[in-house]
């Protein structure tokens, strides 16, 4: 080899293995979770900074955003004024520079149409879609686990059949169709439960009026100790969080079966089984155990999936949440705020990328190099 | 894939191409799955190419020789599927809705191979500080919701406004970038695998140029997994299409049909009980996306000897090898588990 390989080799799962003519990779004798925690937390600045760049210049590059959101309806010295009030017709690096100061200070804009600063939004709007993602979730693992483990376990029968085509409906169907699908039998024809919203009126009228309201309805329904809002707030909860889980579920199904279907495979499994270990405990302890790890990987890249789809979940039932609200921020071409929330999550992804590598080298030893 | 008996290389040959091998390859279950997936993309492309012979109206047509449509129509012999609240016949946006999606997903998949191949080949193939920084960025652009960067893509290019020709690159375009981070990662990493092997090394001893290199020695061998991830981005493609038009990104009614436009414009009919206008482009989407993936699927589950089903003890074995007339043994190309 000529050249000289310079692996960069942090981060990118699809990586094959190292060219043989790569330096070998520094083994650090008892440091090596350390370092790797140090590596793995750096690379959340790069992270942020790549994606608040990209989308500035991306927002820019078709002009301003008041004229954007006001041309035609506002005359053309009074546009020019307001764009000049907010520098718009400084050089772009100029607002590029001072944008990304804003950034560090935490300040992502103000929307143009209400006037609120965007990490105002976030925290108004940020409970209703972190509750509607834990209950996504909490449907995912309920539903895609212990399929995916009867799917492996009845490999290439019929119920494995049955289940495949489910996961790849669950996947096929997009949210927004899943919710309206959910709407229109269980609110509409059978009237079980609820068609919008994140609580009825006269409930969410008790749950402003709380001291401390979270604004994450379930823990606001236990501070009033009111079984009936509780049971309004669930109510109001299930078909949205089943119709964002289920795409997941197809995920983490599909992940368990081939998982459990490798580790059913693998030598320690067929090793215990000549031991005499009994099925029952071989599936518990062998088979499934290992197989679920992959899962905690899988989350991280959930969370950007969950962040998408409740953008179209929130939209489809009206829950009120970050999604919802860039989706109207869209509609009246509030650019700004747009910008505002799109460069926020992205550090909302970065950080809980990060949480969840960190949560998976402490499991396993293995993603540690 | 060794065929049995001497035949003549053109007779050999069909059989050998990409899809055909692995109906060939497959048993039970897993051919089903597959030759069920092929049949619904058949279908969708077939009704994409005669949308014109099967639609009954055009996709923006709003009135016949009758007079208007009317609005939410239930389904009866006029409108199968009944009417839009805007007025459209179902049937016919359903129908012309392939078009649009088939359009959208060969321009989505062309783009983003051919940026994603190129970026992953020279990333991988020269490395240096290009390639940190080239694997830093497709890092993370990967890990961030696709429909939020397709959204920002889609107001950069269309302002949020679309015509057809627009609003379909919009749509086109905003999917490309986000997928080109998913090529770029393939053929980087199948690169740097390739570019340690012998052969490239013979070949820089003899002299070959870089780009020769390149083109003929590592992609030709690096290009192993792509229709595996073209597939499933054909279906990611179809529902990021939706997903952008439910929130208004879509194509103008007018301009052309566009099934996650008509699914945003049911979502007050469903409230009332209105089903017809909802369910048949939410199918079509459900069914476009499904065939896709069952391909998909399929091709990747018979890639990959852990998973692909084998065939039964005691049922006929595959030839190991065969024995042409000349006395060659041939060996099969089948990977053996």
Known sequence: ?369 | MATGTPTPARRRSWRTLPVVRQVRQSIGLQRGMLVAGLVLTAVFVLAAVFAPLLAPYEFGQLRDGDGPFGAQQSPSADHLLGTTVGGYDVLSRVIWGTRTALFVIVVAVLLSIVAGVLLGLVSGYFGGWLDRVLVVVCDAVYAFPALLLAIVVAIVISGGQSSLVGGVLAAAISITVVFIPQYFRVVRAETVRIKSEAFVESARVIGASNWRIMVRHVLRNATRTLPLILTLNASEAILTLAGLGFLGFGIQPTAAAEWGYDLKQSLSDVTSGIWWTSIFPGVAIVLTVLGLTLVGESLNDLADPRLRSRRAVGAVPPPAGTVEPGGAVVATDEVVA
């Open chain 1, 1 to 369: 080899m000529t050249t000289t390989t310079t692996e960069l080799t942090e981060s990118s799962p699809a990586d094959g293995a190292p060219a043989p003519g790569a330096r070998p990779r520094k083994r650090s004798g008892g440091g090596g979770l350390g370092s790797y925690l140090l590596i793995r937390f750096l690379l959340i600045f790069p992270t942020i900074f790549i994606l608040v760049t990209t989308v500035f210049f991306l927002m820019r590059s078709t002009g301003d955003p008041i004229t954007a959101a006001l041309g035609g309806r506002l005359p053309a010295d009074q546009l020019a004024e307001r764009i000049r009030e907010a520098g718009y017709d400084r050089p772009l690096i100029a607002q590029y520079l001072s944008y990304l100061g804003d950034v560090l200070r935490g300040d992502f804009g103000t929307t143009l149409s209400d006037r609120r600063p965007v990490t105002q939004v976030l925290t108004t709007f940020g409970a209703a879609t972190f509750e509607l993602a834990v209950y996504a979730l909490i449907v995912a693992f309920v539903v895609g686990i212990p399929l995916g483990m009867a799917a492996a376990y009845f490999r290439d029968k019929a119920p494995d059949a049955v289940l495949r085509v489910f996961a790849i409906l669950c996947y096929a169907t997009p949210v927004f169709f899943a919710g309206l699908l959910l709407k229109l039998v269980f609110a509409v024809w059978l009237d079980w439960l609820p068609v919008a919203g994140r609580a009825s009126t006269g409930a969410e009228i008790q749950l402003q009026t709380l001291d401390h309201p979270t604004n994450i309805y379930l823990v606001d329904a236990l501070q009033t100790g009111d079984g009936e809002i509780i049971s309004d707030v669930l109510k109001h909860a299930v078909l949205p969080a089943v119709a964002l889980g289920l795409l997941t579920a197809g995920i983490f199904l599909r992940l368990v079966r081939t998982n459990v279907i490798g580790t059913l495979g693998a030598g320690y499994v067929e090793a215990a089984r000549s031991r005499g270990v009994g099925e029952s405990r071989l599936l518990r302890k062998h088979a499934y155990r290992p197989a679920l790890i992959p899962i905690i990987t899988v989350i991280g890249l959930q969370i950007a999936v969950l962040l998408g789809g409740a953008v179209l979940t929130e939209t489809t039932f009206e829950w009120k949440g970050l999604g919802f609200q860039l989706a109207q921020y869209l509609t009246a071409r509030d650019f700004v705020a747009v910008q505002g929330i799109v460069a926020m999550l992205a550090v909302i992804v970065a950080v809980t990328n990060f949480i969840v590598d960190v949560i998976a080298a402490l499991i396993d030893p293995r993603v540690r190099y």
